[in-house]
């Protein structure tokens, strides 16, 4: 299936081999009728819900990602995080997906330093910068444009939500798209929502 080769081609990008254990079927592994239960199939590696194969369900915010060719840096940084289980959670949940170009903006060497082992911690406060855990289309961010809420975050920090004409800014980065996902929203945007607190 294409599936399958995107999601190869996104380990390899990352340098992970993650995903080669889900091709082997066992006794442990949840059958075809099953719905999506997540703990129910984690194993002594912790894969958890993010490594279950379920081509026929809506997509989660994670297997959008996976799907998507202007996605591939993000994929490659949550596997490198190991933050795969917090977005294919039941949700709601709402994540501000970078495009490639947005983390190309970065300087020169970042996302390559990010994806280092010994910074997984600081990549993982990073994307979790980019997740509220909520329902948020675009609809109701405009009301919280209008009640001046600001968004709380998965990395424990709030966002500014603005809007000028019809588009809507969230920590002062654009979103240009929306998709509709199983779990929530995924709203893509050109810039990385740093947080406040990098170090």
């Known amino acids: 299936m294409k599936t399958k080769s995107v999601l190869f081609a996104f ?13 082997e079927k066992s ?4 059958p075809e009728t099953s719905t999506e239960t997540g703990t129910t199939v984690e194993t002594s590696s912790n894969r958890g819900q993010a490594f279950i194969e379920d081509e026929n369900s809506e997509p989660n915010a994670l297997r959008t990602a996976i799907n998507s060719p202007d996605h591939t840096t993000l994929v490659a940084a949550v596997q490198a995080a190991g933050v795969e289980n917090a977005l294919v959670n039941v949700g709601p949940l709402s994540v501000f997906a970078p495009t490639n170009a947005a983390f190309a903006k970065l300087p020169a060497g970042t996302v390559d330093d990010l994806l280092k082992p ?3 911690e600081k990549l993982a406060y990073i994307l979790k910068n980019h997740v509220a855990p909520s329902n948020y ?4 961010l405009k009301k919280n444009v209008e009640k001046g809420r600001t968004l709380y975050m998965a990395s424990g920090e709030s966002v500014e939500v603005t809007q000028q004409g019809e588009d809507i800014y969230v920590g002062g980065i654009k979103i240009v798209g929306s998709v509709k996902v199983s779990n929530g929203w995924v709203h893509i945007i050109e810039d990385v929502i740093l947080p406040k607190n990098t170090n």
Do not use: H, Q, R, Y
């Not at 380990?11 to 091709?23: N, P, S, Y």
């Open 11 to 23: 380990l390899i990008m990352a340098g992970t081999m993650l995903f080669v254990g889900c091709k």
């Open 27 to 30: 006794s442990e592994d949840v």
């Open 137 to 140: 289309p675009i609809e109701t």
């Open 118 to 120: 010994e910074n997984k």
